[in-house]
């Protein structure tokens, strides 16, 4: 008759290894609400610490201010400059969402992105920013 002990051992055993090789890969992967990577600690303090501002322009076709431009600046400290950022205006109604195209941040870490007529500040409700490496 085999040995159930035996074979309950080397079960545990089996199962200890695997469950260490996940917990170690785990480990290495940085998880915040901003950024999924593994040694994105950059990344994350650039968006984290990153400020936008907007101008306005009077569009006297609609007869309303539309968001004119979108400027992301990042703390000198934090070396941003070269890293990608992205930008979307969100409310309602259309054309809200509005995603603006990536642009890589210049040298001292900031990027302005020029809006197309037709966005109006009254409906934006807010501005998301993702700073990538």
Same mark, same amino acid.
């Given at each position: 008759?085999?040995?159930p002990k035996k074979r309950w051992l080397v079960a545990g055993v089996a199962a200890a290894t695997l469950a260490g090789g996940a917990y170690a890969f785990? /480990?290495?992967?940085?998880v915040t609400s901003n950024?999924? /990577? /593994?040694?994105? &600690?950059?990344?994350? &303090?650039?968006? &984290?610490?990153a400020a936008v501002s907007y101008t306005t322009v009077w569009n006297s076709t609609l007869i309303e201010f539309d968001v004119g431009t979108v400027t992301v600046t990042t703390p000198a400290s934090q070396s941003?400059?070269?890293?990608?950022? @992205?930008? &979307?205006l969100?409310?309602?109604? /259309?054309?809200l969402p509005f995603a603006l195209p990536a642009q890589v941040l210049d040298a001292v870490g900031s990027a302005t992105w020029t809006v197309p007529p037709g966005v109006p500040v009254a409906n934006?409700? @807010?501005?998301?920013?993702?700073i990538t490496g």
């Open positions: 008759m085999k040995n785990a /480990a290495t992967l940085n950024t999924l /990577a /593994a040694g994105s &600690a950059q990344v994350g &303090a650039c968006n &984290a610490n941003c400059g070269g890293l990608n950022a @992205d930008v &979307a969100t409310g309602s109604p /259309a054309p934006v409700t @807010d501005v998301h920013v993702a």
